[in-house]
């Protein structure tokens, strides 16, 4: 571009001084005066096509950002159904009344912003925009060099969450990257494997726009950490401070997670009743893991506050230690001792135990970084549910892995747990003496292992009488006895067992398709009529 104007400048300049010797008069009409004016002129109209040049380079350079935006969100509408939240809606977002001028302040502690103002506004990859809800969730994730964990997070998120649960949150997955091929590659990996509660509105996907994140080079290395990990702690805090302003419209309490956690079962209710519990409205913060950031719950109405904070010093210090500033800037007296600094601030931090989160990655999203970090309040999980059940002989072509024998959780002794099944594999339970059987239950997967589920399975009995054929209901005899009763769904079959097919000798679970997951049955009842 620059050749280019270069280009026109000397050829305006050349076309300039063609024309002046052909409107200048003959050389002996000339008088000095005129001379000088006509030199004068000739100055000041370089002067403006210099002017003029600087100008064209401006808007080049502002054309030329223009253009990589809309090329980035090309790119994104072209690999998946993409929605970007248009500026009035963000706009709305930001103006809060703590926040009357967010754009401004945010241009203030953001320099950079200041050239491209759109890149404050997040790209809506995957969602229905869901707002009203009592819990957001935020979960930022980077590409890391060795293992994602993002994928079973989100499982152990969503295990146990009842519908009624999942129709008062949203979890908020912001994936805090411009590479656009990593961005909607993972988008679309998300919305295939949780189709169902991205359509209802519990999943949503965002990225930041392309100029969001400054020129890292220049970050002043502090407290002995490598410029690396000072670039690393300082996107970071970017990443937070962009998820919660996201996050700011959408319901009434925000929990800030990461993408390497386990969820402890029933962490949803907990967290509910731990918040309608607090008697005082001073606190800021409710912690429910004490590891780093994770488990946070704050109030939405006080993430603006938060945010300023954050983005005030984001180059200075972790994110972690931020939040202690917070506290102490709030509640903390200088000429006050340490101790009654910290009671001050127990005020406004709640602990909750069990901690509801526990840390299960070890590979850092800081290249290189090994950390093993584990919440030691987090506690042991209820991986199992044991039930008496009735006494029976076991046949199965699974193959057990280690202790975890189907015998052992028909006991009730432990869980299940067995290799990928193959099609056509199956469980029988044989009852020792044929009964009347109530209703039954069969849970797979656990809250350490979401995935290991049943899920194309079936469940079938075979009656002591064979001289039953049908049972209404299309419920009609197979070729071998037995009547299909129900099935997997979300990895859990459970159901009553119609009383006309009386005495039952045998349950069956049939597996239809092949699965690349392993077969966890975390529990299992057979409850008998009479």
């Not at 005066?33 to 040049?53: G, I, K, P, S, T």
């Not at 607090?278 to 004490?290: G, N």
Request: include cysteine; aromatic fraction near 12%.
């Amino acid at each position: 571009m620059r050749c280019r104007h270069g280009s026109v400048l000397v050829v305006l300049i050349v076309a300039v001084t063609v024309t002046t010797f052909f409107w200048v008069p003959s050389p002996h009409r000339f008088r000095e005066n005129e001379v000088d004016d006509l030199a004068y002129q000739f100055l000041r109209l370089h002067e403006r096509l210099q002017a003029m040049e600087k100008e064209s380079l401006k808007s080049s350079r502002n054309l030329g950002n223009l253009l990589r935006d809309l090329r980035f969100a090309v790119s994104l509408k072209r690999n998946i159904s993409i929605n970007l939240t248009d500026f009035s809606r963000w706009k709305e977002i930001n103006n809060t009344a703590q926040h009357k001028n967010p754009p401004t302040i945010l241009n203030v502690l953001l320099p950079h912003l200041k050239r491209h103002e759109s890149s404050l506004y997040p790209n809506v990859l995957v969602g229905q925009q869901r707002s009203g809800v009592s819990l957001v969730f935020g979960i930022p994730t980077v590409k890391r060099e060795k293992e994602s964990y993002l994928m079973e997070t989100l499982k152990s998120l969503l295990f146990e969450l009842t519908k009624e649960e999942k129709d008062d949150c949203v979890i908020v997955v912001f994936i805090a990257e411009v590479d656009v091929m990593y961005v909607t590659g993972l988008a679309h990996d998300i919305k295939n494997a949780f189709s169902q509660d991205v359509e209802a509105g519990l999943i949503e996907v965002v990225s930041p726009s392309f100029g969001y994140y400054p020129n890292f080079t220049n970050l002043r290395e502090t407290f002995g950490d490598t410029k690396e990990r000072v670039k690393w702690r300082t996107k970071q805090n970017l990443d937070y401070s962009f998820l919660m302003l996201y996050a700011q419209n959408k319901g009434t309490f925000y929990v800030q997670l990461e993408d390497d956690i386990v969820a402890r079962s029933g962490y949803y209710q907990s967290m509910k009743s731990f918040v309608l519990q607090q008697t005082s409205a001073d606190w800021m913060v409710l912690e429910f893991s004490q590891l780093g950031f994770i488990g946070k719950l704050f109030r939405i109405s006080d993430l603006p506050l938060i945010v300023e904070f954050i983005l005030m010093f984001h180059k200075d210090k972790p994110i972690d230690w931020l939040l202690e500033h917070i506290l102490w800037v709030k509640v903390c007296n200088p000429e006050k001792d340490a101790k009654h600094c910290e009671r001050q601030k127990e005020s406004l931090r709640i602990r909750y135990k069990p901690s509801l989160f526990q840390h299960v990655g070890t590979h850092s999203s800081l290249a290189g970084k090994i950390q093993n970090l584990k919440d030691k309040d987090f506690g042991k999980q209820v991986l199992y549910i044991g039930h008496p059940n009735p006494p029976a002989t076991i046949k199965t072509t699974l193959k057990a892995y280690q202790k975890y024998t189907f015998e052992r959780a028909y006991n009730g002794e432990d869980y299940f747990w067995a290799f990928s099944p193959e099609q056509g594999d199956s469980i029988m339970i044989v009852f020792n003496e044929p009964l009347i059987v109530e209703s039954y239950i069969f849970r797979s997967g656990n809250i350490e292992h979401p995935s290991d589920r049943l899920l194309d399975t079936i469940v079938e009995v075979l009656p002591e009488s064979n001289a039953i054929i049908s049972i209404g209901n299309g419920i009609k005899k197979t070729e071998d006895g037995y009547f299909r009763i129900g099935t997997f769904e979300n990895g859990i079959a459970e159901g009553k067992v119609p009383a006309a097919l009386m005495k039952i000798s045998a349950f069956r679970l049939t597996i239809q398709s092949k699965s690349t997951y392993w077969v966890l049955l975390s529990e299992i009842f057979i409850k008998q009529g009479s």
